[in-house]
């Protein structure tokens, strides 16, 4: 896993502030189902604004006939939400993948425009295959777009 903090010019073009990618190998459980921690340590006052995910090259090799990708928060002592920002957008070549997309969980639905973390948390990323274990998959790479900023700076 590859974690770019972009620069100020690249987060005032693009609305985001992270990007991190992800490739086959690092989804190596010999199970259907991994979490993966994709930034750690936030604090109350981290906000998350944006979401978005660029399927670079589909998942393929032996991972099955479908692989979902999630992404969400995982809180010290609150309420979880593992696809509270990104909810089961299939990246397997096998499946109907979907090339690029928006954050579609529920901390942007219905008039909603981020998540503000209330206590010390993580996001995640949890990736389900259907029909074989992840670590048989022999290609693909996922970028995950986040616009995260600590609202305490701005004070």
């Known amino acids: 896993m590859k974690v770019i903090t972009l620069t100020a010019e690249e987060k005032r073009q693009s609305g985001y502030s992270h990007v991190i990618e992800i490739i086959n190998t690092d989804l190596n459980a010999a199970a259907t189902a991994q979490t993966i921690d994709l930034v ?3 604090t109350a006052g981290a906000i998350v604004t944006a979401a978005a995910m660029r399927l670079v090259t589909p998942f393929s090799g032996g991972a099955g006939s479908g692989l979902l990708l999630e992404v969400g928060w995982d ?5 979880d939400d593992p696809d509270g920002f990104i909810n089961d957008y299939e990246i ?4 109907t993948e979907i090339l690029a997309a928006d954050g579609n969980g529920a901390a942007f639905a219905t008039l909603r ?3 503000a973390f209330q206590e010390t ?22 970028a995950i777009f986040l616009s995260i900023f600590d609202l305490d700076d701005l004070l």
Do not use: R, Y
């Open 40 to 42: 750690t340590s936030l």
């Open 75 to 79: 809180l010290t002592a609150g309420t």
């Open 92 to 95: 397997n070549l096998a499946g």
């Open 113 to 115: 425009t981020g998540f």
């Open 121 to 142: 948390g993580k996001i995640t990323a949890t990736f389900t295959a259907t029909g074989a274990n992840l670590s048989t998959l022999t290609a693909g790479k996922v």
